[in-house]
């Protein structure tokens, strides 16, 4: 009694907040009986009377309540289901730009449907953002005839798309798409040179699913839209070839090094370090394979590049692995994401890491790329006014949650109790009597007909695994990287009596595994078993066969350096109050134990004298294990931590550069803006010859030949002294005379150019201009990011230096904009117009933009 009376009293905060909720909830549910007596015609109605209640001053939380019970009746209608209250609560949350935490199989697709529509209302757009192209197109097209039967419209935002279609897409009321495709379109929309080619429109409301994997695991890797570079890629092939006569160190002996071997490996940081030794064997190499002169020290600035193509070799062979980082695809190098296990084929490695892995595998080596525009994934979602999401496993993840994204993270209760039975963790000696131990757990599943999810962490494993089920002649599915494009089908088939299905981490993640297996009508829309009695009979017949087994078995072959994504694995039992049953099997082998636990389990485990081929579980173990994945998680969350606040720090400037061009781009005239660059570089130009606020007569020569040669300025400045002898003391008249000159001079020759032209002529040179510094600036502030670090050896703290330094870099670069600007469309007006004119004005005519910002680019001279 006293326990119930405490704890009425000492809820927890994520009690409290489900508790202050249920209210609305219940008003929710009053509203239902009123809305089934509604025809149909009368519930679409709902959506345009929203509408006008919002534009008459109503808001969206008023709303809430009888919004959510439309898009539920109208879900009865359309779907034939309802959405439970649990369900309700998760649309609320997310709704209040909060994280909902919904377990596996607890409907959060539907869930989504409630606050995409209600914030659909307002008709700036809401994003759904998926983790893949496959989820984007099913939501979408399941959830259209929900939207469409209420009145609002739906689009689908997925690579390959043409630049019209994704525009129509996003001016859809409603738009599913990935999380990488809308930052792409982003970088993009901040790269044309007419505004009628932007996609996008003000970012409003994101809803994430799968939140963690999308906010958490891809925010180590900022979005990149790169473009080649003219180079030679014979170096890579050199630098392959020398990486068979360096030799690693060898292991840790009492907590010293040994001082042999050229290079040693951090396993933990996925980096490689040079000694002393090998720097000399290197340069001795070079030296010998004439890469470099006799006598020419390595470490001259001019060389220095050799040793990062060294790292790069070794990296490539020592740290980055076949079936497990990549795999060939038609003599490609093909990226795996090491969180999803799913390829990404548009996507290569940078700084000429991707270029090192294509010369260690012989295959043909592309050109290095430049960053074109880039991006983090942080900072991109942090663009939207409104940012939501939904995950089954984000509690672990809260606190960067709310630190980076000020989100906080609601747990929803499941709709039934979960009944899953997550068995502790077996540990083996050595990675062989672990995999004997898999293959007997799987073959004892299919003896009893209870179907079984192996979860391994790598091609590679998944790949051994499956020759040996081959060889007992186990009937199974593999999905990773390789056969990614099956993963809905076998992913609807794990469910089914006897089946045996093994998977790399997630892949298949949003996409439920039901008991007895998923049937399909023939149009691919809607389950037979719901159309069907025979079917459903069927069906019925093979769910109770699963169920009474024990439901679906969970096999983990090693534990992820997540806790998060070892729950991801486990949540895909158990699905809706189904039974089922998780364990995973560890060897002291695994990297995340080799690498990251305490040397206590080792020393544990030998004293209690276990065997080969013997097993042990303890309460103690799985605490050291949990303490391992606790320090892989921090260290992660620091280094996406740092990489935020290095890109924070671009981003101030990246907002600078574009809001500058969408200013470019949205002014009808840009030439009063043109004259006062020209204006302020003039006065700069003519301030360097003068001492203080006289006049320097003695430097006349040199001003006006400067001022000829930069501003086509051919008066003499003695001319306007003799004319009006007061310039000699009023230095600032004078200047503003030359400069009243040199723009009449700018006009005049503009002039005799038709406006339509003169203006896109303009507009073009601010826009090429601006891009091929801003691209030089991104990649030098790169360079510098890589480079700083080491200032930390002289006690400088290396964020201040970089934020230092890169605002200088940034404000030289304004500099150079402005007088790169004014120097190419003088010399377009006053040199280039008169010969190429009729071609200016036939491009133009045809309305090739493309060509015409070509033809100017083609004029610019950068200095």
């Not at 019925?540 to 169920?547: A, E, G, S, W």
């Not at 949540?571 to 089922?580: L, Y």
Request: aromatic letters at 10%; hydrophobic letters at 40%.
């Amino acid at each position: 009694m006293l326990g119930k009376f405490i704890n009425k009293f000492f809820l927890s905060r994520n009690e409290r907040i489900l508790n202050n909720l249920s209210n609305l909830v219940i008003k929710i549910n009053l509203l239902e009986k009123d809305l089934i007596k509604l025809s149909d015609q009368e519930l679409k109605k709902k959506t345009h009377e929203f509408k006008l209640r919002l534009k008459y001053g109503e808001t969206l939380d008023f709303l809430l309540p009888e919004a959510f019970s439309v898009i539920r009746e109208a879900s009865k209608r359309v779907f034939g289901m309802r959405h439970f209250d649990v369900q309700i609560l998760g649309g609320i949350i997310l709704h209040r730009k909060c994280i909902a935490e919904m377990r596996t199989g607890e409907g959060k697709t539907l869930t989504a449907t409630l606050p995409a529509y209600l914030n659909a209302l307002l008709g700036k757009g809401v994003h759904i953002v998926t983790m893949n192209d496959y989820l984007a197109q099913r939501d979408a097209n399941e959830n259209r005839v929900l939207f469409e039967f209420l009145g609002l419209t739906v689009g689908i935002n997925i690579s390959g798309m043409s630049r019209e279609d994704k525009k129509k897409a996003y001016l859809a009321d409603i738009t599913y798409g990935t999380n990488h495709e809308y930052g792409f379109d982003y970088l993009r929309d901040n790269m044309v040179f007419c505004g009628t080619h932007k996609v996008q429109r003000k970012l409003y409301f994101a809803l994430i699913d799968e939140v963690d994997s999308i906010l958490i695991d891809e925010a180590r890797t900022p979005l990149v839209i790169s473009g080649p570079v003219e180079n030679s890629n014979i170096l890579y092939n050199q630098i392959n070839s020398l990486i068979p006569y360096l030799i690693p160190k060898n292991k840790k002996y009492s907590n010293t090094i040994c001082v042999v071997g050229d290079f040693y490996i951090d396993y933990k940081q996925r980096q490689v370090h040079l000694t002393e030794i090998g720097l000399k064997k290197i340069e001795k190499m070079l030296v010998k394979y004439n890469f470099l002169p006799k006598q020419e020290s390595l470490y001259l600035s001019k060389n220095i590049y050799f040793i990062h193509h060294i790292l790069l070799a070794l990296k490539a062979h020592y740290i980055f692995f076949k079936n497990i980082d990549y795999i060939i695809q038609n003599k490609k190098i093909i990226i795996v994401d090491e969180h999803t296990g799913r390829i990404m084929p548009s996507r290569r490695w940078s700084d000429g890491l991707h270029q090192a892995i294509e010369a260690k595998e012989k295959v043909s080596i592309q050109n290095d790329n430049q960053t074109l525009a880039t991006i983090t994934v942080q900072n991109y979602f942090r663009l939207y006014s409104k940012l939501s999401g939904m995950t089954g496993t984000a509690a672990t993840e809260a606190c960067e949650f709310y630190s980076i994204y000020n989100l906080d993270t609601v747990i929803i209760p499941t709709n039934k109790p979960m009944i899953r039975n997550d068995l502790s963790d077996l540990i083996y000696l050595s990675e062989k009597d672990k995999i004997n131990a898999i293959i007997l757990d799987i073959r004892d599943c299919v003896t009893r007909q209870q179907p079984v999810l192996v979860g391994t962490v790598s091609i590679e494993k998944s790949e051994k695994i499956s020759i040996l089920l081959n060889k007992l002649k186990i009937k199974h599915n593999v999905l990773n990287a390789k056969y990614h494009f099956q993963e809905a089908e076998i992913i609807a088939k794990a469910g089914e009596p006897k089946a045996v299905t093994i998977a790399t981490n997630m892949a298949g993640r949003g996409t439920d595994i039901v008991l007895g297996g998923l049937v399909k009508d023939l149009s691919n829309k809607v389950y037979l078993m719901k159309k069907n009695d025979l079917l459903k009979k069927s069906w019925r017949k093979k769910n109770q066969l699963v169920i009474q087994l024990g439901g679906l078995r969970i096999i983990g072959t090693e534990r992820h350096e997540s806790r998060r994504i070892d729950n991801q694995l486990r949540g895909r039992s158990g699905r809706q109050g189904d039974p089922g049953s998780s364990r995973f099997y560890l060897s002291l082998e695994d990297s995340l134990l080799r690498l990251f636990s305490s040397d206590n389990i080792v020393s544990f485990m030998k004293k209690i004298g276990m065997k080969s081929g013997e097993s042990i579980e303890h309460p103690w173990l799985s605490k050291a294990i949990e303490r391992a994945q606790k320090k892989v998680e921090n260290q992660n969350f620091d280094s996406r931590k740092q990489l935020l606040e290095f890109d924070n720090v671009v981003n101030e400037q990246r907002s600078v550069i574009y809001n500058e061009r969408n200013k470019l781009i949205s002014t009808s005239n840009i030439h009063s803006h043109i004259l006062r660059i020209l204006k302020d570089r003039v006065r700069f130009c003519i301030k360097q010859y003068m001492s203080g606020n006289s006049v320097n007569i003695g430097s006349f020569f040199a001003l006006e030949k400067e001022l000829k040669n930069n501003f086509y300025f051919i008066k003499s400045i003695n001319k306007f002294l003799e004319h009006d002898s007061t310039l000699y003391e009023n230095v600032d008249k004078l200047i503003d005379l030359i400069v009243t000159t040199i723009q009449f001079n700018y006009n005049q020759n503009t002039s005799i150019v038709p406006e339509k032209y003169s203006n896109m002529i303009e507009r073009s040179v601010m826009l090429q201009i601006l891009d091929i510094f801003w691209i030089e600036h991104l990649n030098s502030v790169e360079c510098l990011r890589y480079s700083v670090n080491l200032r930390g050896y002289a006690q400088q703290d290396p964020q201040q230096e970089y934020k230092r330094e890169s605002f200088f870099m940034f404000q030289s670069m304004l500099e150079a904009i402005k007088n790169n600007v004014i120097k190419s469309l003088i010399n377009i007006f006053f040199v280039d117009f008169e010969q190429k004119k009729s071609i200016y004005i036939d491009i133009f005519d045809q309305k090739d933009y493309d060509s015409f910002h070509l033809l100017v680019m083609k004029s610019i001279d950068i200095t």
